[in-house]
């Protein structure tokens, strides 16, 4: 239920931001929405699994799973792809290479970032000498 819950979260956000841009907008625009929408899709869950870790699961799976899988889209990215690769190969290249090698970039960067906040509770540990 609580991916249920996350994934139409995270679709509503996607909606949210890509829908006011209709039809009339710029034929690369829903594209490069997308992208920006999965670029910080995957930061954001990097830094889910590596703030949660194994400690909750469920809320791991509901922000994760749900959240992040409904707010990121695969199958919209493919087809993008493909119809601005035969528009404009060049582009077409350069979307789903910034996709693909920048996705794992920014969800290594999260991971890195989530690790960091759950090392780092936000406790001030006193200093030795301070006697």
């Not at 034929?27 to 929405?33: D, G, I, M, Q």
């Not at 699961?57 to 695969?74: D, E, Q």
């Not at 919209?76 to 910034?98: D, E, K, R």
Request: proline share 6%; net charge negative; glycine share 14%.
């Amino acid at each position: 239920m609580l991916v249920i819950l996350g994934g139409a979260a995270g679709v509503a956000v996607r909606a949210a931001i890509i829908v006011p841009f209709g039809p009339s907008a710029h034929p690369l625009v829903v594209p490069a929405l997308t992208l920006a929408i999965n670029l910080v899709g995957a930061l954001l869950l990097g830094v889910v699994v590596g703030l949660l870790d194994d400690r909750h699961p469920l809320l791991r799976v509901a922000l994760g799973t749900g959240v992040m899988g409904g707010f990121t889209t695969y199958s919209a990215f493919a087809v993008q792809s493909l119809t601005v690769s035969s528009a404009s190969p060049a582009i077409g290249l350069v979307l789903i290479a910034v996709s693909l090698f920048g996705g794992v970039v920014a969800a290594v960067i999260g991971l890195g970032l989530g690790r960091r906040i759950a090392d780092r509770p936000g406790e001030i540990e006193p200093a030795e000498d301070a006697e």
